[in-house]
């Protein structure tokens, strides 16, 4: 055995596979790494132990593998005993771009972790994923389970596991976004609410997010 690792803050995206802080010159300790693409470092872990109360992931040096040296802190950690291992490659790590989450974007993901089911961590991770693909910034948590996006709070979501969908409104009034999109839209006070209950909703709310009423338009 080998020099043990523990990370914390560790953030699980699915089966055997976690989001922890881990930058660049640290992975260089692990060896290998001979490639390099995008923004996200992506390593594959044996015998990795996750501790979801602490959110600590510890493994041994030893057992790490690295696939990928990014240039963000964030690194996708993939247990090998992973279904998804198999499929795994450097490309993972292009494919984020260049991707860094917010405190508030992490509490999110890290809120539909814990109560929300399999299907809906899919979503709300592609839909965060890629509205930061389009518009930097980061949510900012308020009272119940709701996120607003700052600064400038064009749309936000909150996360209702009790009927495991997100609800997301967006600045703007129903004909404002009519015709742009062929999920349901309902008045929220002047502005416009939907839901996104599947993976498949999420291309079709990022067109209403995009078409919210911006302060710096």
Known sequence: MGLTIATSGAMALGE???????????LRFFGGGTQSCGARSVIAIKNAQYDDKTKSLKFDADDVTTL???TLTETVAVGVDSPVAKKLSPVIA?????ISYGPGD????????????????RAALL????????SS???????ARNFSETPDNFWYVIVQPQVEHLQITVRGDLQHFHGMSTLPIL??????????TKEDDVEEALKLIFHAKRMNR
């Open 68 to 70: 990928n040296i990014g």
């Open 106 to 121: 992490r509490a999110f993901l890290n809120l539909v972790n814990e109560l929300m089911p399999e299907h809906m961590k």
């Open 94 to 98: 292009a494919k984020s771009g260049n």
């Open 137 to 143: 910034g980061d949510l900012k948590r308020g009272k």
């Open 16 to 26: 055997n596979i976690w989001l922890v802080d881990l930058p660049p010159h640290q």
């Open 187 to 196: 008045d929220d006070r002047g502005n416009t609410r939907f839901k996104v």
């Open 127 to 134: 839909l965060l994923e890629k509205v930061r693909h389009r």
